[in-house]
C-alpha cells in the first residue's frame, strides 16, 4: 500500500488544532465533548414542548323567530301638497293702486278688500252714465206723451170720417168734404206711427244709457279688489303709487286655498290595475292626517312610466304649504297569516334570495321568495314554520351545513 505524505498546509492546521485543544485544561475536556449533544437535546425539547394547535370555534350568531301574522304591502310615494284653488289676483280697471288692505303671509276670507285703485275717474264716469240715463227717461216720458196726444186726434179724425162717409151717402155732404176728412184720419194715423217710431227710439236710448251706467258702476266696484276665495296671501307684486292696467301679465298678489289640500303624486304603471279612486294614502310623519284618492290620470307619462294620482288630504294640515313634498304610502295589499321574519335575515346569492336557518345546531340554507316588506318585517313564502329561528346576525362567517353557536336572541 501506498502512503501520501501529508502536505505542508494539513500539518499546519493539525498543529494548530492540537495547540488549541493542549490550552484547554484537562477536567474541560470530556464537557466539551459533551456540549453538542446536549444543545441537541434541548432542541428537541423545545420542539416537544411547544403547544399544538387550536381547532377554531363555530361563529357566534344571534337568531330570531320566524312568526306567522298580517303585513300590509305599500308603497312609498313622494306627493307634492297643491291647494284645492290658487287665484292671481290682478286688476280688472286701469288705474294707480292708492292702498293695499292686507299682510303677506296672512289668512283672508272670500269678500275681504285687498287693495283699492284711485276710483275718482271711475266715480265721474258713473255720474255722466246717470245723468244719460235720467236724460233719456225724459225723452221716453215726452215720447209717451206725444203718442197719447197722437193717439187721441186718431180716434178723433176716425170718429169724423165714419160720420161725414154716412152724410156723404145720404147727400148731405159734398165729395170733396168726405175726402178731407178721410185724409184727416190718414194723417193722424201716420203721425202716431212717426210718435211711436220715437218712443221706441228713446227706450232703446234708455236701454243704452243703463247698460252704460251699469258698467261704469261696475268699474267703480273693480276700483276696490276684494278676495275671491278664503285662503292664505302671498308676497305681495305690485305696490302702493303704482299704475296697474286691466288683466295685466304680472298679478297683484296670489292666494292659495289652506283647507283641504290635496297630493299629486305618481305611480308605476304596473300598479294601475291595483290602484283606485277612494283608496287611503298614508303621510309619514303626521299621525291623523291621511289622504283619500280622488282621481287618476287617464295618461301615462312616457319618460317616467307613471301615471299620476290626486288625493285629497284629510286630518290636521296645519304646517303645510303648498309646494311641499312629504313622504306618504300607499296601500297595494293586504298578505294575512304570512310567514314574516325580520328583513335582516333575507340574504341575496346567485340562486336567489335566502335565509340561514338554525337546525340541529347547524346552518340550514333555506330559499325563499319575497312576497313584501315594510322595511323592518319581510313576508316570505319558503320551507320554515312558525317560531323556527334563522340567523340575523353573523351570516357572512356562515356556510351551508356548518356548526353555529347561538348568542343573545335578536329582538
Known amino acids: ?190 203721425n202716431l206711427a212717426a210718435l211711436e217710431g220715437s218712443a221706441a227710439s228713446a227706450e232703446a236710448e234708455l236701454a243704452a244709457a243703463q247698460a252704460a251706467e251699469a258698467a261704469a258702476r261696475l268699474n267703480l266696484e273693480h276700483t276696490l279688489l276684494r278676495s275671491p276665495i278664503s285662503g292664505r296671501i302671498g308676497q305681495q307684486r305690485i305696490g302702493p303709487g303704482n299704475l296697474v292696467r286691466e288683466q295685466e301679465d304680472k298679478p297683484l298678489v296670489v292666494i292659495n286655498q289652506s283647507t283641504p289640500l290635496d297630493a299629486v303624486f305618481g305611480i308605476p304603471q304596473r300598479w294601475e290595475e291595483r290602484i283606485a279612486v277612494g283608496q287611503r294614502l298614508r303621510i309619514e310623519g303626521r299621525p291623523g292626517l291621511e289622504g283619500r284618492i280622488v282621481s287618476l290620470d287617464n295618461t301615462t307619462n312616457a319618460s317616467t312610466g307613471t301615471v299620476l294620482a290626486k288625493a285629497r288630504l284629510e286630518g290636521d294640515t296645519t304646517g303645510l304649504t303648498p309646494g311641499e313634498t312629504v313622504n306618504a304610502s300607499l296601500l297595494v295589499r293586504r298578505l294575512d297569516d304570512a310567514l314574516l321574519l325580520p328583513s335582516v335575515a333575507v340574504q341575496r346569492g346567485q340562486q336567489g334570495p335566502f335565509v340561514y336557518s338554525a337546525r340541529a345546531g347547524k346552518a340550514e340554507l333555506v330559499p325563499v321568495k319575497v312576497l313584501a316588506s315594510d322595511g323592518r318585517r319581510t313576508a316570505v313564502a319558503a320551507d320554515l314554520q312558525a317560531g323556527e329561528l334563522v340567523v340575523v346576525a353573523g351570516q357572512f362567517a356562515l356556510m351551508p351545513g356548518a356548526p353555529l353557536q347561538i348568542g343573545r336572541a335578536h329582538v
Open 1 to 190: 500500500m501506498l502512503f501520501r505524505s501529508p502536505s505542508p498546509a494539513a500539518d499546519s492546521r493539525g498543529a494548530g488544532l492540537w495547540a488549541l485543544w493542549s490550552a484547554i485544561p484537562a477536567p474541560w475536556r470530556p464537557l466539551l465533548l459533551l456540549a453538542p449533544i446536549a444543545a441537541a437535546l434541548v432542541v428537541r425539547g423545545l420542539q416537544n414542548s411547544a403547544p399544538a394547535p387550536s381547532r377554531r370555534p363555530p361563529p357566534l350568531v344571534q337568531t330570531a323567530p320566524v312568526q306567522r301574522g298580517s303585513m300590509e304591502e305599500r308603497y312609498p310615494v313622494s306627493a307634492e301638497v297643491k291647494p284645492l284653488v290658487s287665484v292671481e289676483v290682478r286688476p280688472e280697471v286701469s288705474g294707480t293702486i292708492q292702498r293695499l288692505y292686507f299682510q303677506e303671509g296672512t289668512e283672508v276670507r272670500r269678500g275681504d278688500p285687498l287693495a283699492l285703485i284711485n276710483p275718482t275717474p271711475y266715480q265721474v264716469a258713473l255720474d255722466q252714465a246717470r245723468a244719460n240715463t235720467s236724460r233719456a227717461r225724459a225723452r221716453i216720458g215726452e215720447a209717451q206723451a206725444q203718442r197719447r196726444l197722437a193717439e187721441a186726434q186718431l180716434r178723433l179724425a176716425s170718429d169724423r170720417a165714419r160720420r161725414y162717409v154716412g152724410l156723404s151717402r145720404q147727400g148731405a155732404l159734398s165729395r170733396d168734404d168726405e175726402e178731407n176728412y178721410r185724409t184727416q184720419e190718414l194723417v193722424a194715423r201716420a
